[in-house]
């Protein structure tokens, strides 16, 4: 039986009341999803222990709050990776690992431990520098590799590569997915980027105004769209495969409705990847469209028209068991004569390849 995250609490503070009923995975990484102030900061430090929520909290069955009992934030073994890394501004690199071990007890053996995770995480030639000599994305390296040397039980990560920019997310994004697949970690992540949670999340969580708005496998909470998403479009998230790349500068990811060409960006051959389709960037043809720009057509079936407002419908489309969504106008549907059952073909304006 896996193990599992248990949450009952209802936790106030001030005018804001942040209520949270449910079980989540520890093994892979459940993403936290939502607008700002919805709670989601403060979901994670009751998890940690820095706040008491006077409601239940368990982990695999440990009470952590609750029956009487407060589990202290240190002996929870939750790694914490704030926005800002919070390295200890007296001591350099290997300081700052260093304690990170010895407080996990790891005793005589924290120089062995420590030096295998420098490596790991690229920091050797950084261990003899103090914190404000590290760029962002390297204090954020350091960050992580003192988190995995308290040898947590699970990690939780507040927004932990918003400050940087895109070349230094691209440094991060690798080692979270070594967390959550070779180590087998648990990673509670709280994020505002749609393409991260698309990355990274096994789970979705999402909460608006302190209440939990849904639950579930990342793609079916992502095909919801809605408030919990900034109000984002419904979406279509496809797990696909790189097939190689093209004599012209292409990547061509193979799933089972067919092919996708995004602009290369150095995949692996064989590499799993995950596309985000949204469905404003979805239009349909009833023939094979010909003198569009558009490199990625797909032939699909209507499954279900959605009236959205007075002007508009949401189109669900079957692309061999992957749903794809279309907002069109009703003028267009009945232009094009769409019910359920039709066989057409999907037009991708934009397809989003999730690489952060």
């Not at 999803?33 to 940690?48: H, N, Q, V, W, Y």
């Not at 589990?71 to 990776?81: D, I, K, M």
């Not at 096994?202 to 708005?213: C, E, F, N, S």
């Not at 919990?228 to 093209?246: K, N, S």
């Amino acid at each position: 039986m896996s193990q599992s995250l248990d949450l009952d609490f209802r936790l106030r503070q001030g005018g804001f009341a942040l209520e949270v009923r449910q079980s989540l995975p520890v093994a892979g990484l459940t993403a936290i999803f939502g607008p700002s102030g919805a709670g989601k900061s403060t979901l994670l430090r009751a998890i940690a222990g820095f706040e008491r929520t006077g409601g239940q909290i368990s982990f695999g069955g440990d009470i952590w709050e609750g029956d009487g009992r407060f589990l202290a934030p240190h002996l929870r073994r939750v790694g914490y990776v704030f926005q800002e890394p919070r390295l200890f501004a007296h001591l350099d690199v290997a300081g700052n690992l260093t304690y990170a071990a010895r407080r996990a007890g790891a005793g005589t053996d924290a120089s062995a431990d420590v030096a295998a995770t420098a490596q790991r995480f690229g920091l050797g030639p950084l261990m003899v520098r103090r914190p404000h000599q590290l760029s962002g994305g390297e204090a954020q390296r350091v960050a992580l590799a003192r988190a995995v040397l308290a040898r947590p039980r699970l990690l939780v990560m507040d927004e932990p590569v918003s400050a940087l920019d895109a070349a230094r997310r691209a440094e991060i994004f690798p080692l979270i997915e070594a967390l959550r697949d070779r180590d087998g970690i648990g990673i509670l992540y709280v994020s505002h980027a749609l393409t991260e949670v698309v990355r990274l999340a096994g789970h979705v969580l999402t909460l608006v105004d302190g209440r939990v708005a849904g639950f579930g496998p990342a793609a079916a909470i992502i095909a919801e769209g809605g408030a919990a998403f900034g109000g984002v479009d419904t979406a279509c998230l496809i797990e696909a495969e790189h097939a190689g790349d093209t004599a012209d500068g292409l990547a061509q990811l193979s799933f089972s409705g067919g092919t996708l060409l995004v602009p290369a960006q150095g995949l692996a051959p064989g590499g799993r990847v995950r596309v985000l389709v949204q469905a404003r960037d979805v239009m349909i043809a009833r023939a094979p469209p010909e003198g569009l720009s558009a490199l990625n057509v797909l032939a699909v079936r209507v499954v279900a028209i959605t009236d959205l407002g007075p002007a508009d419908c949401e189109v669900r489309l079957d692309c061999a068991g992957w749903v794809l969504r279309a907002r069109v106008t009703r003028r267009s549907v009945q232009a094009l004569a769409l019910a359920e059952g039709v066989h057409c073909h999907a037009v991708l304006k934009s397809v989003a390849l999730a690489r952060g």
